[in-house]
């Protein structure tokens, strides 16, 4: 099991920044791709950035490339989601999940483990 606990939510103005930060516990952090996925109200599930196990790859969804930078600390294991230029299209629920393979995946359907999730709202 991987216990996974989301921070850093909150509420920002359009062009703001935040840093999401996704602390996990259990099993060897390393042996985990991990990703960035959110939800909005009324809408679905949706990929936002994953990064590999050992941070050598990382990938993310056409709306925030640019804007978001994933990373990870293996040491600390934690991931992180550094967003900048937030835009009030950006307000969601951000979950953080784990995947136990080496490699990222922008399918929720491929992670076997998930936090609870942070608010992020950004206001116009």
């Known amino acids: 099991q991987v216990q996974l606990v989301e921070s850093g939510g909150g509420l920002v103005q359009a062009g703001g920044s935040l840093r999401l930060s996704c602390a996990a516990s259990?099993?060897?952090?390393?042996?985990?791709?991990m990703g960035w996925f959110r939800q909005a109200p009324g809408k679905e599930r949706e990929f936002v950035a994953t990064?590999?196990?050992?941070?050598?790859?990382?990938y993310y969804a056409d709306s925030v490339k640019g804007r978001f930078t994933i990373s990870r600390d293996n040491a600390k294991n934690t991931v992180y989601l550094q967003m900048n230029s937030l835009k009030p299209e950006d307000t969601a629920v951000y979950y953080c999940?784990?995947?136990?393979?080496?490699?990222?995946?922008?399918?929720?359907?491929?992670?076997?483990?998930w936090g609870q999730g942070t608010q992020v709202t950004v206001s116009s």
């Open positions: 999940a784990a995947r136990q393979s080496p490699n990222p995946s922008d399918s929720g359907f491929r992670y076997d483990y």
């Open positions: 259990g099993r060897t952090f390393s042996n985990y791709a």
């Open positions: 990064i590999s196990r050992r941070g050598g790859s990382t």
